[in-house]
């Protein structure tokens, strides 16, 4: 049933787009209504430009000339300020002529204190450029910096997602803002999102909105062969979900209510066929290079491939969205305990690093999944590795659960949230959490309910 539904949503689509003149205008028996539909018939793909290469961060101040920059805020954290990827940058503005100021007070895993600590100093400084140099962070810092300077009149919660915030639309026009990533993991770089802590609920949310995208990414893999192990397997599991979430989030025309105006188009649209395009894409790109990542630093060839399939996740889940995995996963990392990484790679705080908090949820996530769509199911698993042959519509949740933890097993992930410091107690907080995560939990493909949600934490406990 499921599909023969998409056969007549694609037969509609075209039909809508197809050629109406006299030469053209037969189109067969369809019938298509000219009344406003309850759900979505488009989907649009926008993303940042990209341009990949090694070595490709020389080329920061040239751009800033091009754009003719004057005064530009450098955005990056404690960690990277001392590291090759900045000082590659600062010396391409130096030898341009490019004036900047640096912000190295980012905090991993940023909270709205912190945003207000950025937007302050950018408020102050009426810059007319950013350039983001570092993580997921550091990018989502800069973007909230950018937002709230040129909007200096705006209440924070203004642009937050509702209905933690208002989720008021960005009509004021951003500075123009280059990313460069230095870690393989959020796809931040080519998205319109914006990811904090909101400490008064201990969850995580954001701001979501086509303005906030960097006009240019430099994809530079040099800058992955100074990653951690642990910070590898964690950022890696980010793209692992997101490829996965896209992919088998709810059909772009399942979404609903189409837009009375195709600017309140929401960023996240539900799955569409270019978006799979991607998640196929970096599935396939796990499959070969994750575990040869992980196992040797200096594997220029898995590292450039993460680093790219990253960027390509970014543009996937930037349009399509994310899911229950992300959903579930804001209030595991916000109300953290204890949990410290071992090796201090994140500092000596308590912290649950992002790719750690999606993960741990994903093996009973497409378990659940699985009945909307087995086939999409089957297929995931198959890129990763799976043996499909033969494999029952029944089984799918189970067959691709089983392959992420065959993942999660070799890369010693956490053995679920006990792990973490939570039991059976912390459940309800936690359900708590996610619920206000609506934007997310209305791309899962199937309705959950809040006894829904509990069985998933309760299922994640332990996963091995």
């Not at 406003?36 to 993303?47: L, S």
């Not at 790679?345 to 992002?354: L, M």
């Amino acid at each position: 049933m499921a599909n023969r539904k998409r056969v007549f949503d694609l037969l509609r689509t075209i039909d809508v787009a197809s050629c109406r003149c006299p030469a053209h205008g037969n189109r067969g028996n369809i019938q298509v209504s000219n009344a406003t539909p309850q759900k979505d018939y488009a989907f649009e793909i926008k993303c940042s430009t990209v341009r990949y290469g090694l070595g490709v961060t020389r080329e920061v101040g040239h751009d800033l000339v091009n754009m003719d920059a004057k005064n530009v805020c450098v955005v990056t954290d404690p960690n990277v300020v001392n590291l090759q990827p900045l000082k590659t940058t600062l010396d391409s503005l130096t030898k341009t002529g490019v004036n900047y100021k640096v912000y190295d007070k980012v905090r991993v895993e940023p909270t709205d204190t912190s945003f207000k600590e950025a937007i302050a100093f950018a408020k102050a400084n009426d810059f007319d450029s950013y350039v983001a140099v570092g993580g997921g962070s550091v990018m989502d810092t800069a973007k909230a910096a950018n937002l709230y300077a040129c909007d200096p009149e705006a209440d924070f919660l203004d642009y937050v997602n509702a209905d933690i915030g208002k989720g008021k639309p960005i009509e004021v026009p951003l500075k123009p803002m280059i990313a460069i990533p230095t870690t393989s993991g959020t796809g931040s770089e080519t998205t319109g999102t914006s990811i904090f802590d909101y400490e008064e609920l201990h969850t995580k949310t954001g701001i979501s909105h086509s303005a906030l995208r960097p006009i240019l990414a430099l994809i530079d893999p040099l800058h992955t062969l100074t990653m951690p192990e642990k910070v590898t397997k964690y950022s890696g599991f980010d793209i692992f979900c997101h490829a996965l979430e896209s992919f088998t989030a709810v059909p772009f025309t399942e979404r609903g209510p189409a837009p009375a105006n195709p600017s309140l188009r929401p960023t996240y649209q539900g799955s569409n066929p270019i978006s799979d395009v991607w998640a196929r894409f970096c599935l396939q790109v796990l499959q070969k290079y994750f575990k040869r990542s992980v196992q040797n630093p200096d594997d220029v060839e898995a590292r450039s491939n993460m680093h790219l399939a990253s960027t390509m996740a970014g543009v996937g889940i930037g349009n399509a969205g994310v899911h229950l995995c992300h959903g579930l996963a804001y209030p595991i990392a916000g109300h953290v305990k204890n949990f410290v990484p071992a090796d201090n790679v994140y500092g000596s705080a308590p912290i649950i690093p992002h790719g750690l908090s999606v993960v741990m949820t994903a093996p009973a996530v497409f378990r659940f999944t699985a009945p909307s769509d087995p086939d999409k199911h089957i297929e995931a698993a198959g890129i990763l590795g799976a043996n499909t042959t033969g494999v029952k519509q029944a089984d799918a949740g189970k067959l691709l659960s089983d392959t992420i933890l065959q993942y999660m097993d070799y890369m010693k992930i956490e053995n679920g949230l006990k792990t973490l410091g939570y039991t059976s107690e912390d459940i309800p907080d936690l359900v708590k959490g996610a619920l206000p995560q609506k934007r997310l939990l209305a791309l899962t493909p199937l309705e959950q309910s809040k006894e829904d949600l509990s069985k998933l934490l309760e299922d994640s406990l332990t996963v091995y």
